[in-house]
């Protein structure tokens, strides 16, 4: 039991290994890469994105990405907070799902 | 894989968005009816362990990155409607609080990493089951089978934009690249790297968890990987 959360705990540590791989996966570029690669931004593209930002853009801490350890100290804290938002959802969501086990003594 | 916004015209989105309507109303019922209150806790890991997969970023030849997705594992170890629900939970994270995936794209990034790939992983794997395959080399072959369903969907749903939306001129209104480049490159990067990646972890938790021990909270929640029905 204890092992499983030094797993865990270990994996969260590990996911900056996530940053070293350089450039943007296919198809999610920024509007400035989509402008670089063919010349200009599609109009409907700037029109809608970036609709939602989001709390921690890409996984860093706004102001405190300007070198690797702190994109790996931002980038850890947002599998954290992330993990956490997902527990709480699920701790609602097991309010009203899951069947009601019957009284077996 | 997570499409942002702006790439996919309004119109995809809501077709994406209305697709996945039934396909989220069909998990709860089966998720009611298949899997106890306490049961719901693996779901949360599940979706937990998806989440942090999607973080490990892994080099593509060429400068671009893609990453493992786990959705073939939670469909095996939860079945596969509740691997919809977990992956869904993830996506929206990832889209509300890091901006990762947009969120009128949700319903597409949804549908091909939370429907189709832990359903063709599945299926991959139950098949590879049936041919006496090893439970843990069918889950490899499953996993890797589920995320290029994904990626492949993704390639078309990005590669039929500039096709179908475009100016007068001719400039694309959304996503540039047209089918003949999206599909070679989506798939290059999951059927060279990414595939693999999802099919090494996937194949690795399998076999930690066909080991568990009883006194492990994994015990109670591989039971499916055991054969055990409840």
């Not at chain 2, 893609?66 to 594992?73: C, P, R, Y």
């Not at chain 2, 939306?165 to 690249?177: D, E, I, M, S, V």
């Not at chain 2, 080991?211 to 492990?216: A, C, I, P, S, T």
Request: hydrophobic letters at 50%.
């Amino acid at each position: 039991m204890k092992k499983l959360y030094i797993i865990a705990l270990i994996i969260i540590l590990l996911t900056p290994l996530g940053l070293l791989a350089s450039g943007s996966a296919w198809g999610e570029w920024s509007l400035d890469e989509v402008k670089e690669m063919i010349g200009y931004v599609p109009e409907g593209m700037s029109k809608f994105a970036e609709l939602v930002k989001g709390i921690l853009p890409d996984y860093s801490i706004p102001g405190f990405d300007a070198n690797f350890f702190q994109q790996a100290i931002g980038y850890v804290f947002s599998a954290v907070i992330g993990i956490a938002a997902i527990l709480i959802t699920f701790a609602i969501l097991g309010r009203v799902m899951g069947r009601v086990k019957k009284k077996n003594g | 894989m997570h499409i942002p916004d702006g790439y996919l015209s309004p119109q995809t989105c809501a077709v994406m968005g209305a697709a996945m309507v039934p396909v989220l109303y069909k998990s709860v019922k089966e998720v009611n009816k298949e899997l106890d209150k306490k049961d719901i806790p693996t779901m949360a890991i599940g979706s937990a362990f998806s989440f942090t997969v999607m973080m490990f970023n892994v080099p593509i030849p060429g400068g671009t990155t893609a990453h493992a997705i786990g959705s073939t594992l939670l469909a095996i170890v939860l079945g596969p409607w509740a691997a919809v629900i977990s992956v869904t939970v993830a996506l929206i994270i990832q889209a509300l609080l890091f901006g990762d995936g947009g969120v009128l794209a949700l319903g597409a990034n949804t549908f091909n990493m939370a429907f189709l790939a832990p359903f063709v992983g599945y299926g991959v794997y139950k098949l590879m089951m049936r041919l006496k395959l090893k439970k843990v080399l069918s889950s490899a072959i499953g996993a890797y089978a589920g995320i290029n369903a994904a990626a492949f969907a993704t390639a078309v749903e990005l590669g039929i934009q500039p096709m179908l939306f475009h100016t007068a001129t001719g400039k694309a209104l959304y996503f540039p690249y047209e089918l003949n480049i999206s599909i070679p490159a989506m798939m290059f990067a999951h059927l060279t790297v990414a595939g693999f990646v999802e099919a090494i972890v996937t194949a690795l938790v399998i076999y930690y968890l066909e080991k568990v021990e009883e006194d492990n909270i994994l015990y109670q929640y591989s039971y499916r990987l055991r054969g055990e029905k409840r």
